[in-house]
């Protein structure tokens, strides 16, 4: 399974940007999928997931800000991040918790991540 994100990049404060990460490979299923972003010297946090059925949950500091979104024909994700502030700055990952039936038939669930794409937010 590989994830691929794309769309980061620099952005002036107040400004906005729509990231995408697309899960391609051995995948069956595509079950929880997320962003997450760590800061320099700072702990990867959970941006943004969302479920199969489009359940969403997002951190405090990005609440209506920031929109989580999908495409399950297409295995992608989606993040609309709007009104950013220089605290936005960090890369962002995207994970997806896939499914595949090896070849006794048995499920393999993993969660996979992406490479990573840098927001920086500045004047």
């Known amino acids: 399974v590989q994830l691929q994100a794309f769309g980061g990049g620099l952005v002036r404060p107040g400004g906005f940007l729509r990231l995408s990460c697309v899960v391609s490979?051995?995948?069956?299923?595509?079950?929880?999928m997320a962003w997450y972003r760590q800061a320099p010297g700072k702990e990867r946090e959970l941006v943004a997931a969302?479920?199969?059925?489009?359940?969403?949950n997002y951190a405090d500091s990005v609440k209506g800000r920031f929109t989580i979104s999908r495409d399950n024909a297409e295995n992608t994700v989606y993040l609309q991040m709007n009104t950013l502030k220089p605290e936005d700055t960090a890369v962002y990952l995207c994970?997806?918790?896939?499914?595949?039936?090896?070849?006794?038939?048995?499920?393999?669930?993993?969660?996979?991540w992406g490479q990573g794409t840098l927001v920086t937010v500045s004047s």
């Open positions: 969302i479920t199969s059925g489009g359940i969403t």
């Open positions: 490979g051995r995948v069956s299923r595509i079950s929880n």
């Open positions: 994970s997806a918790d896939t499914t595949y039936y090896n070849d006794f038939g048995s499920p393999v669930v993993s969660r996979s």
